[in-house]
């Protein structure tokens, strides 16, 4: 018998240790009766209402419901393009509740956003409100003091982990290596879903994680990133999507994992974590929280921008794509956003924080070249000064002659500190008036912010790939995380779906799509400010070299683009340019013949300082192209 080789042994091994430390059914359904004996069971409100406070949101929610028709649906939409204002509405349905509250997200760190949505959710459950918690184990909570004492806060609020590594609520680094090497494809399948849902009636989904980054809360670096709030009957299929995510067999309650069961009996000391939650910024939060008892200040955020439009689709991938299998009649997020380019006859606008197709949707978007007259594709995506995966950024850089030349993407790339930059906020004591000065130091501009997908969870194994650049400049600075859609100016999507090899295959997804012209252009015109001069470079073919070396730059950079390693010619096709304006001129596309007479061109990596990470950028556009998948 011919020996096993060493590494197919220990991945062998491995693969039973995982299994070993996977808690049976039985087993999880001690634990959870263990929990629930030291669980609190007392309630604050004894009302029919749960003492919820009044929301005209949800009032609005359930006009729509009650106004709708199969034939003729009706919704209230809202885009919640500030983070801030993205937070308020979080933490005022949550207090609007009377009944369920479900939330569901890749992301829930504990900073200062994580801990204000928290201690909501708890004092939703102590109202009398079942609140269920459903999070991507890799990606969130990481003090398993905390995972056990939510495990037993409240016998109405329950927390569940989907595909938690063997069987723990926290993952060092040594067991991150032995998942990837025991399991590469099941550890790197992760719930990308975002979704909190109130009384089954009124709903927010979309790019936003529970990081203090998402909301405008960090200090160094934050995203510029899109919710929609959504009520009517659509909200039912986006229960029932999380119902599924809920009892599948990946989903396991957090006092069912192995390291949080050791602390289960510490009932006491539980209560003690819960009651110390720190917020680092006290004052900010203190005025989030009287935002939210300010009626007027609540009508102008969350009421006056209300659309009222009639047909919205939400699609979601569920466990099972990660099984390998679709429900029969069921649309996964990938198949759903390829239809829609499809059906585009004007025009495209697209804003994705990675631009690194997959080879499904570089082939639908080719079909729209073949056409006689294709639609116009504009896209919204980050610089490298900007992202803070710059990995992906690196893989983005490979493929800009095949985006340009035969896809016919116009491309701008996101500027660090664009005029329009939702600038993070901070409460000056000194006269009550919010504001944040620079403080971003170059000794911190190292510190990093990368994830799985470049979305915002540092994590072992990705720390010294992850983070955004350091720049030529002092300052905050801002990266786009949003993943939004525009076709032919009536029809908007927004969701958690990147556009990318990872999403198509390794993530679930969900996205909104809502048919409505007005709410449409609404997000068409921000996603052009987006591109707009002040907030961005523009992507396009580099000024013309000598005509005698032109045909040979441009075959060698084509023929080195398609290798999967030692992609090292150094002359790529495009750059990046920047308008100047002058006699006659206007932002206009990269095609346009008059387009070199108003625009300069600034360098490939405009703003970024040249050490180290920048040279792996340009090593990882030579070695990395068999990453994008994963990364």
């Not at 829930?108 to 204000?116: P, V, Y």
């Not at 409100?129 to 609020?157: C, G, T, Y």
């Not at 929280?289 to 919205?312: K, M």
């Amino acid at each position: 018998m011919t020996p096993r080789p060493p590494s197919a042994l220990l991945c062998a091994l491995l693969c039973l240790l995982l299994a070993a430390c996977t808690p049976s059914r039985e087993r999880v359904r001690i634990d959870v009766e263990r929990a629930a004996a030291h669980q609190d069971r007392s309630l604050d409100c004894a009302r029919a209402d749960r003492c919820a406070e009044g929301s005209p949101l949800r009032v609005a929610a359930a006009e729509a419901v009650r106004d709708s028709r199969p034939e003729a649906p009706r919704h209230v939409v809202l885009n919640l393009e500030s983070g801030h204002d993205a937070l308020l509405a979080r933490l005022h349905l949550i207090r609007a509740a009377r009944h369920s509250i479900e939330l569901q997200s890749f992301i829930f760190a504990e900073d200062d956003a994580g801990h204000l949505v928290l201690d909501e959710l708890l004092r939703a459950a102590r109202r009398g409100v079942r609140v269920r918690v459903l999070l991507d184990q890799l990606f969130s909570i990481e003090n398993v003091d905390l995972m056990a004492a939510l495990a037993q806060a409240h016998v109405n609020f329950e927390l569940r982990l989907y595909n938690p590594t063997f069987g723990k609520g926290a993952t060092n680094k040594f067991e991150f290596v032995g998942g990837i090497l025991c399991c590469f494809t099941r550890f790197n399948q992760r719930m990308h879903n975002k979704l909190l849902l109130v009384d089954g009636m009124v709903a927010i989904t979309g790019g936003r994680n529970y990081q203090d980054r998402y909301f405008d809360f960090d200090p160094g670096f934050n995203y510029r990133d899109r919710d929609v709030l959504v009520g009517g009957p659509v909200v039912a299929a986006m229960l029932r999507s999380f119902e599924q995510f809920w009892q599948a067999q990946r989903s396991l309650p957090a006092a069912g994992l192995r390291d949080v069961r050791a602390l289960l009996d510490e009932a006491a000391r539980g209560r003690e974590v819960l009651a110390e939650l720190p917020l680092r910024q006290p004052a900010r939060s203190e005025a989030l929280r009287r935002e939210l008892n300010d009626p007027a200040r609540l009508q102008a955020v969350l009421i006056e921008p209300l659309h009222r439009v009639g047909r919205v689709d939400f699609y979601s991938d569920g466990p099972e794509k990660q099984l390998g299998r679709i429900e029969p009649g069921r649309r996964d997020s990938s198949e759903s956003l390829r239809r829609a380019v499809q059906r585009a006859r004007e025009e495209i606008v697209l804003q994705t924080p990675y631009l690194v197709l997959s080879r499904e949707a570089r082939a639908t978007f080719r079909r729209l070249q073949q056409r006689e007259s294709p639609p116009r594709v504009r896209i919204s995506t980050n610089s490298l000064a900007s992202t803070d995966a710059f990995p992906v950024y690196a893989l983005s850089h490979k493929y800009k002659r095949t985006y340009l030349r035969e896809l016919r993407f116009e491309i701008h790339e996101y500027k660090p500190r664009p005029e329009n930059a939702p600038i993070a906020l901070k409460l000056d004591p000194e006269n009550d008036v919010i504001s944040l000065p620079p403080r971003f130091l170059r000794s911190e501009s190292t510190r990093v912010f990368g994830s799985a997908a470049g979305s915002g969870a540092d994590t072992p194994g990705r720390r010294a790939l992850r983070g955004p650049l350091p720049l030529q400049t002092l300052g905050m600075r801002i990266g786009l995380h949003s993943k939004s859609m525009v076709i032919d100016g009536s029809i908007a999507i927004i969701g958690s779906h990147n556009f990318d090899p990872r999403s198509d295959r390794l993530n679930t997804e969900s996205l909104v799509v809502i048919h409505d012209v007005a709410f449409a252009q609404e997000l068409r015109d921000t996603l052009l400010e987006d591109m707009a001069p002040a907030n961005a470079w523009v992507i396009a073919p580099r000024p013309r070299p000598p005509r005698l070396v032109r045909g040979l730059n441009y075959s060698l950079g084509k023929a080195f683009e398609y290798l999967p390693i030692f992609d090292v010619w150094p002359w790529r096709y495009a750059t990046s340019w920047e308008y100047t304006g002058g006699p006659g001129c206007a932002p206009m596309s990269p095609f346009d013949p008059r387009f070199a007479d108003c625009h300069t061109p600034v360098g490939d990596f405009p703003q970024v300082e040249i050490p180290f990470k920048a040279m792996n950028t340009r090593i990882l556009t030579a070695f990395g192209a068999g990453l994008a998948p994963i990364l």
